[in-house]
C-alpha cells in the first residue's frame, strides 16, 4: 500500500462547480500535511499547508482528520484557471524528515 | 520571495555519459532534495541533504550521486546516464523550523526542473 494515496481522476467539473479532493496516509508518524499544486510540465507549487483545525484560503479549504488519517481539498465556484493536477504531501518525523507525495489528483474544470 | 535554480531546463544525453545537474537556492534553506517524477509514479525521492557535505539517500538512490559542499548548493550526479533515467528531474529545498521540544520542516519550494533524455 502506498504511504499518500490519492484519486487520480480526472474530475471534469463544469465552472463554478464545488469539487472536492481526499487523500489517505498510512503513516500514523506524520506530521505535516500539505496541498501542492502542479500545472502539465511545470512543478509543484505550495498551495495551502494543512491544520488540524481545518484551513480556508479564499475558495479553498483544507483539513485533516487524524483518527481517520486523510486529508481533503475543497475548492468552490472552480475557475478555468484551477485545472491542475493536486498533489497530497505528508511529512514523517520518525528519525530524519521526510516528504511523502501522492500521485496526484488532476481536475479540469470545463467551460 | 524563495528562489531555486537548477542550471538546465532541457538535457540530451547519450547512455554512459556523466551528467551534472546543479540546483542553487537563495534562501538559505537547511533541507535539499532531488526528486524525479514520472507519469503514473509521482514524485520519488533519490537523494536529501539536511547540512552541508551532509547526504541520504531516498527511495530510489541507484545510479545517482550528491554533492553538498556549500549550504546553497546541491548537485545530482549521474555517473554513467542509462535510458531509464530519462525523466524530469526536480531539485527542493525547505527550511527548518524549530516548534519548541518538536522541530518540524516547512513547506518544500521547488525549482523549474530539468528534463533530462538519455538516447
Known amino acids: 500500500r502506498k504511504e499518500v494515496e490519492q484519486d487520480p481522476g480526472p474530475f471534469n467539473v463544469p465552472e463554478g462547480a464545488t469539487v472536492a479532493f481526499n487523500c489517505t496516509y498510512s503513516n500514523s508518524a506524520s506530521q505535516s500535511f500539505f496541498w501542492y499544486r502542479q500545472d502539465c510540465r511545470k512543478e509543484p507549487k505550495l498551495l495551502m499547508s494543512v491544520y488540524s483545525s481545518g484551513n480556508e484560503d479564499g475558495r479553498f479549504t483544507a483539513q485533516l482528520n487524524r483518527a481517520s488519517q486523510y486529508i481533503s481539498l475543497l475548492i468552490r465556484d472552480s475557475k478555468l484557471s484551477d485545472s491542475a493536477t493536486y498533489l497530497c504531501v505528508g511529512v514523517t518525523t520518525s528519525g530524519t524528515y521526510k516528504y511523502i507525495f501522492g500521485t496526484g489528483t488532476r481536475l479540469k474544470v470545463l467551460a | 520571495d524563495v528562489k531555486v535554480t537548477q542550471s538546465s531546463r532541457y538535457l540530451v544525453k547519450r547512455t554512459g555519459e556523466k551528467v551534472f545537474l546543479e540546483c542553487v537556492q537563495d534562501?538559505?534553506?537547511?533541507?535539499m532534495f532531488w526528486y524525479r517524477q514520472d507519469p503514473g509514479l509521482g514524485l520519488r525521492l533519490i537523494y536529501f541533504?539536511?547540512?552541508?557535505?551532509?547526504?541520504e539517500k531516498g527511495d530510489i538512490p541507484e545510479g545517482y550521486s550528491v554533492s553538498r559542499e556549500k549550504k546553497e548548493r546541491f548537485s545530482l550526479i549521474l555517473e554513467s546516464a542509462s535510458t531509464n533515467q530519462t525523466s524530469m528531474y526536480l531539485c527542493a529545498s525547505s527550511p527548518y523550523r524549530d516548534r519548541g521540544s518538536m522541530g518540524y520542516t516547512g513547506e518544500l519550494f521547488f525549482g523549474e526542473g530539468s528534463r533530462l533524455t538519455v538516447l
Open positions: 534562501m538559505d534553506h537547511e533541507n
Open positions: 541533504s539536511y547540512d552541508v557535505k551532509m547526504k
